[in-house]
């Protein structure tokens, strides 16, 4: 994994997650196949194999580059911006 620039930017430490799963999906009455935190913010979203893609959608409303995986055992991060793991 390399750094971006982004990475740098994140607060520390790491957000507390908002809730436990995608509340989008949750207020529509979708499923999420994996989900995904916010490192800015601790927003929770789906990921882009989810119906909604609300991690997405996240990111291109408030331009928060950086989330990771929030599954178990996952500990992965991705960069909207850089379109790469960092």
Same mark, same amino acid.
């Given at each position: 994994?390399? @750094?971006?620039? =982004?990475?740098? @930017?994140?607060?520390? !430490? $790491?957000?507390? !997650?908002?809730?436990?799963?995608?509340? @989008?999906?949750?207020?529509?009455?979708?499923? !999420? %196949?994996?989900?995904?935190?916010?490192? %800015?913010?601790?927003?929770?979203?789906?990921?882009?194999?989810?119906?909604?893609? =609300?991690?997405?959608? =996240?990111?291109? $409303?408030?331009?928060?580059?950086?989330?990771?995986?929030? @599954? !178990?055992?996952?500990?992965?991060?991705?960069?909207?911006?850089?379109?790469?793991? %960092?």
């Amino acid at each position: 994994m390399s @750094e971006c620039p =982004h990475v740098g @930017e994140l607060p520390r !430490p $790491e957000p507390a !997650p908002l809730t436990d799963t995608c509340p @989008e999906c949750l207020a529509v009455g979708s499923h !999420p %196949v994996q989900l995904r935190l916010c490192l %800015v913010c601790g927003h929770v979203g789906c990921c882009d194999s989810s119906p909604m893609r =609300h991690a997405s959608a =996240h990111f291109r $409303e408030t331009g928060h580059a950086v989330m990771r995986s929030f @599954e !178990p055992g996952q500990v992965w991060r991705w960069c909207f911006v850089d379109g790469s793991i %960092v």
